[in-house]
């Protein structure tokens, strides 16, 4: 049972990146989704999740509307995209998942497989 992380990289202000979180050994989509991020020197903070029941898809106020999540079940992989980036959105990313979790789920206990992480540097 793992997550892969990937697509970080170095992007300027306004630009685009679309992270990946590939899954292996389990199903991803009978799991609940959550990416998350730190920034350097700060707390990790829930970014974005998608619900296992229903699809639901839920955003912290700070990336509403910039970011977007999806899932890929033929691929068993999921997805942030992510626009308009700033330099607060700076952080390593991670995606986690939790098996047949449902509704909004914020808290770094609540999921149970982590990716290692993929960096997001967003500067001019």
């Known amino acids: 049972v793992q997550l892969q992380a990937s697509g970080g990289g170095l992007v300027q202000p306004g630009g685009s990146l679309r992270l990946s979180c590939a899954a292996s050994g389990f199903i991803l989509h009978a799991y609940a989704i959550g990416w998350f991020r730190q920034a350097p020197g700060k707390e990790l903070e829930w970014v974005s999740g998608i619900s296992s029941s229903d699809g639901r898809l839920y955003y912290a106020k700070s990336v509403e509307g910039r970011f977007t999540i999806s899932r890929d079940n033929h691929k068993n992989t999921a997805y942030l995209q992510m626009n308009s980036l700033k330099p607060d959105d700076t952080a390593i990313y991670y995606c986690?998942?939790?098996?047949?979790?449902?509704?909004?789920?914020?808290?770094?206990?609540?999921?149970?497989?982590w990716g290692q992480g993929t960096l997001v540097t967003v500067s001019s």
């Open positions: 986690a998942a939790v098996a047949g979790g449902w509704g909004r789920l914020v808290e770094k206990r609540e999921y149970d497989v």
